[in-house]
Nanobody
Framework: QVRMVELGGGTVQTGGSLRLSCATS????????VGWFRQAPGKGRAFVAA????????YYSDSVNGRFTISWDDAKTTLYLQMNSLKPEDTAVYSC?????????????????????WGQGTRVTVSS
């Protein structure tokens, strides 16, 4: 069983930065793909970023590309999301997720249903 715990949320002003972390336990990550999703108030959960640890390829949503960076530690037990140039529309609960299958990953990396394990989320608020 994979357990995932996010840390690092908080309140920041527009243009500021935050770094989220996702600590994992229960299974090694190096055979999985992992990602970040977010859920803004009144909206559904949306894809933010993902990494395929089979080849370390990374993927970003258009809304965060160039501002957010997904990274990980050498042991691949902790996932990070560096968020720069934050905007009020980035306000959301951010969750990390892991998937146990890499089938058709390039076509499904943004699909919530393709992820098997989820953290509880950490809240990010960007004030204007």
């Amino acid at each position: 069983q994979v357990r995932m715990v996010e840390l690092g949320g908080g309140t920041v002003q527009t243009g500021g930065s935050l770094r989220l972390s996702c600590a994992t336990s229960g299974a090694p990550f190096n055979t999985y793909a992992v990602g970040w999703f977010r859920q803004a108030p009144g909206k559904g959960r949306a894809f933010v970023a993902a990494v395929n640890w089979n080849d370390d390829s990374t993927y970003y949503s258009d809304s965060v590309n160039g501002r957010f960076t997904i990274s990980w530690d050498d042991a691949k037990t902790t996932l990070y999301l560096q968020m720069n140039s934050l905007k009020p529309e980035d306000t959301a609960v951010y969750s990390c997720a892991a998937r146990t299958s890499l089938d058709n990953f390039s076509a499904t990396y943004a699909a919530r249903f393709s992820y098997d394990y989820w953290g509880q989320g950490t809240r990010v608020t960007v004030s204007s």
